[in-house]
């Protein structure tokens, strides 16, 4: 207990590292030997000498030391193991603190063969034993040994040599250069020890047929029988050797041969199936007479009753050929651990599995297997859950992401491109703490001012504002080292918009807006229509732009191209000015604002000394269409001097232009009219009067006698007339039927919309009129029956439904109303007598 712990499993000693005391801190780990020299446990060392180091997810360490392991000390049935740790905070191990751990485990009877396969190496110890003629022979001269042999020690027992068996050829090494080349070799008054990594070089990948193997082993298939079961292949690291050790004055070989699955896993069904042969034939070599005598497993190195599995829905199959274990993906015992795949979080499940096996032969008589597998599922690809609890009233984004497994650690947060690492956030204003659930499991808040400068604020709708949190985590994994980022985009939408507001009002000559600014419009701009007004945009019309922080002034003359003129009255002029505030990125539409003013006519008019007469005409809201080029004076000869889009300048005499004369005795009153006229309509749709007086200083009578005009007279005319008779679907006049659509039904009473056009020419002086319209049965026009819908330009009084004529007016098809006719037929059949014509 504390922040070391150790068990006893076996023939293997477990000494646990408390996460609480060393997760934090960089460890050195090394195992004293009798002398109390220190040997580091580096990977290489430690798979030589019988040690399994892990890290767990959960933050601890876990050391296993086998009972024949190096520098432990085995006395009778108990052996011991002294560990030295070394902790600190930084990588250099500077003022590392040092903790010595020691334990000791008792282990029982001995089986004559004993093999372990550890996550890192694979062990096997067999029994010494001396025939009993050698042990009754006495030897006179034992020093003679080395004379024979000088590479084989002088002790009274030890290690010789040991011969690799290869498929090609055997080869021999003495245990000076085994050591070098990492096997580990020990003996004891007992046993010969074998211990080899799984990457030594003369280990070997073999199959081990799980069917045909076994039942060779039963004696089940004879030479004269046909055996058609399948066999299922499973590799197993593989080395075939013999150790030869000197005992008195005699060298002895003992067959020390391993072999440990590499795989005979497989995923299917949510369920882990975990298979092992019994009959393994690198390890059953000269051996008759197979013989199971115990199958156990667990988790963890302990042994699980079946009671204990059934409880985990465990399933442990001792069949005839080979031993199965079925484990559910996620069952008690194991634990997920975060996994990192292309950048994707996910998770795999692990399971510290350990298998048991005993079994009795002629040769060795009984074998004992221990098998440890750490099962580790395939890549399963995970969410990230992000929940925002804004907490309003502290105006606060309260953020938690995950939940994630103990194994994730958040290291730093990137705010604006900037990554920050998790304790410096507070200065940008990000508090971030991490919640523990009590499965061990953890999730991050992260807590954020909706003030924050890096929080985006955005205008909604009405009085609702957008705040949006955008940063990117990123995480770590322990002891993996991984690393992954989540993205993290929060909005929240919070009632405290504050829109711009303004007011307008006007002096002489200009019209004023002034927006006093509110908490959603930093970056909106101002544009007038479609064109975003600027200081230079402004400066080029005498425009004033004026904004201060907190308001935006913009001065327009009364007469610019920006203003809109809505009526006039006799004493008075009404003058309209418009502003939108659009979206600084997406130019949408905010905000519209308006001064509306009233000026005297007078601001229109100037009345010169000199009798010169400047008018401007503005063109009105209601008269989209009105182009002011085409405005003249009472004499359609004079035409306005300056022309803009809404307005135009005429610059007259008051002796021309048509203008009249008042006299009364004190002024003389002159008038005229700016007027619009569409073509060839001789009523004005627009109508301006002015008048100028002028003070009468002297008066004189003049006699004038009014020249007479001739009558009018008409003059025959004659040219070529281009007309057109359509049919339109509709009493709008929108859409004419075209010639593939013939021939039209239709039923009777239902009515038929015609219209007549002059196409040419384009005379606004020609009026179209119609005389007689009438009606046959085929396209001649003089073929019988007839019948008539218009006779001398009216309906026909004998028509049950009379013709309807439609006005025509002006739009941007109808240039000239006067060159149209339309009118309106109901649709009937022509009878002779009571039958009815078919045509």
């Known amino acids: 207990t504390g922040p070391m712990s150790s068990e006893c499993l076996g023939n293997l000693l477990r000494i646990t590292l408390s996460a609480e005391y060393f997760g934090d ?49 085995l006395q009778k049935d108990v052996f011991t193991v002294t560990l030295q740790i070394k902790a600190s905070h930084t990588p250099d191990m500077k003022n590392a603190t040092t903790h010595l751990k020691s334990a000791s485990c008792h282990y029982g009877l001995w089986s004559p063969r004993e093999l372990i ?3 890192n190496y694979m ?18 001269e034992p020093e003679e040994w080395t004379h024979v042999f000088p590479e084989a020690k002088a002790e009274e027992a030890s290690i010789w040599q040991i011969v690799f068996h290869q498929p090609e050829d055997k080869r ?21 020890v ?41 590799t197993f690291s593989v080395l075939r050797s013999s150790t030869f050790y000197k005992c008195q004055w005699l060298i002895l070989m003992v067959d020390t041969a391993l072999a440990c699955p590499v795989d005979g896993v497989d995923y299917t069904n949510k369920t882990i199936t975990w298979t092992v042969p019994k009959y393994i034939p690198p390890l059953s070599a000269g051996v008759t007479g197979f013989k199971d005598v115990l199958v156990e497993a667990g988790v963890d190195l302990h042994k699980l009753s079946a009671k204990e599995m059934a409880s985990r829905k465990y399933v442990l199959l001792n069949e005839l050929n080979a031993i199965t274990m079925k484990i559910p993906i996620g069952a008690e015992g194991g634990y997920y651990k975060t996994s990192v795949n292309n950048g994707q979080l996910g998770a795999k499940y692990t399971i510290n599995l350990f298998l048991e096996h005993q079994w009795e032969d002629n040769k060795w008589r009984l074998t004992k297997h221990t098998i440890i597998k750490e099962i580790e599922t395939p890549f399963e690809q995970g969410e990230v859950s992000i929940t925002n609890n804004l907490n309003l009233s502290a105006r606060l984004m309260n953020v938690t992401v995950g939940t994630f497994l103990p194994d994730v650690e958040l290291v730093n947060i990137t705010i604006e491109g900037v990554a920050v690492a998790v304790p410096e956030a507070v200065q940008h204003g990000y508090l971030i703490h991490r919640t523990r659930y009590a499965n061990g499991s953890k999730a991050y808040v992260i807590q954020a001012p909706l003030d924050a400068p ?12 957008a705040y949006t949190l955008n940063v990117t985590l990123t995480f770590f994994t322990h002891p993996s080292s991984e690393t992954f980022v989540v993205p993290v985009i929060v909005l ?10 303004a007011r307008g009002f006007c002096d002489g000559r200009n019209l004023h807006l002034v927006i006093t600014h509110g908490n959603v419009d930093q970056n909106w701009l101002p544009f007038i229509s479609d064109w975003h007004l600027t200081q230079e945009a402004a400066q080029k019309y005498n425009y004033v732009l004026r904004d201060n922080g907190t308001h935006l002034a913009i001065s327009v003359p009364l007469l610019s191209p920006h203003v809109s003129y809505e009526g006039f009255h006799t004493s008075a002029i009404k003058a309209s000015f418009h502003l939108t505030l659009r979206d600084g990125i997406t130019l949408a539409p905010r905000r519209d604002f308006s001064a509306s003013c009233t000026f005297p006519p007078s601001e229109l008019i100037q009345c010169l000394p000199n009798g010169t007469v400047i008018i401007t005409a503005v063109k009105l809201v209601d008269v989209e269409d009105l182009d002011t080029a085409l405005l003249v004076l009472r004499d359609r000869q004079c035409k306005p001097s300056l022309v803009t889009e809404k307005t135009a300048t005429f610059k007259f005499n008051v002796n021309t232009c048509g203008t009249s004369r008042m006299f009364n005795s004190t002024t003389i009153t002159y008038e005229n009219e700016v007027l619009y006229f569409r073509p060839g309509d001789d009523t004005p749709m627009y109508q301006l009067k002015f008048l100028c007086l002028y003070a009468v200083k002297q008066t004189a009578g003049v006699q004038y006698e009014p020249k007479k005009n001739p009558p009018p007279s008409i003059k025959a005319g004659s040219g070529c ?29 239902e009515a038929l919309y015609f219209e007549v056009e002059l196409l040419q020419p384009k005379d606004a002086r020609l009026d179209l009129n119609l005389d007689d319209c009438w009606v046959t049965t085929s396209q001649s026009q003089d073929s019988p029956p007839q019948w008539h819908i218009l006779v001398d330009g009216c309906e026909n009084n004998n028509d049950s439904y009379r013709t309807v004529f439609h006005k025509v007016k002006y739009s941007l098809r109808v240039k000239f109303p006067q060159h149209l006719k339309r009118f309106e037929v109901r649709m009937f059949s022509f009878v002779q007598g009571t039958s009815l014509l078919q045509e």
């Open 123 to 140: 062990e096997v110890s067999v029994r010494r034993e001396v025939p009993q003629t050698i042990k009754d022979f006495v030897q006179d």
């Open 25 to 73: 801190k960089y460890l050195s780990l090394s195992v004293l030997d009798q002398s109390g020299t220190a040997w580091a446990l580096g990977e290489a060392l430690a798979a030589q000498c019988g040690y399994t180091v892990t890290y767990s997810t959960w933050g601890s360490v876990e050391l296993r030391a086998s009972a024949l392991s190096c520098h432990s000390h």
């Open 117 to 119: 396969c550890e996550s």
């Open 492 to 501: 929240s939408a919070v009632k405290d918009a504050v829109l711009p507001s």
């Open 194 to 234: 074998l211990r080899v990594p799984y990457t030594a070089a003369h280990v070997q990948l073999a199959e081990v047929g799980v069917l045909i193997l076994a039942l060779q082993a039963a004696r089940l298939c004879r030479s004269n029988q046909m055996c058609s079961l399948q066999d299922q292949g499973i």
């Open 454 to 465: 890096s929080v985006k604020k955005e205008y909604m709708r009405e009085d609702m504002r």
């Open 172 to 192: 021999a090494l003495l245990v000076s250069n085994a050591w070098s080349a990492g096997y580990g070799l020990n003996s004891t008054g007992s046993r010969v």
């Open 721 to 749: 007339l281009t007309l057109s008779l359509k049919l339109f679907k509709e009493k709008s006049y929108s859409e004419p039927y075209q010639e593939s659509e013939y021939p039209v039904v239709k039923y009777l009473r």
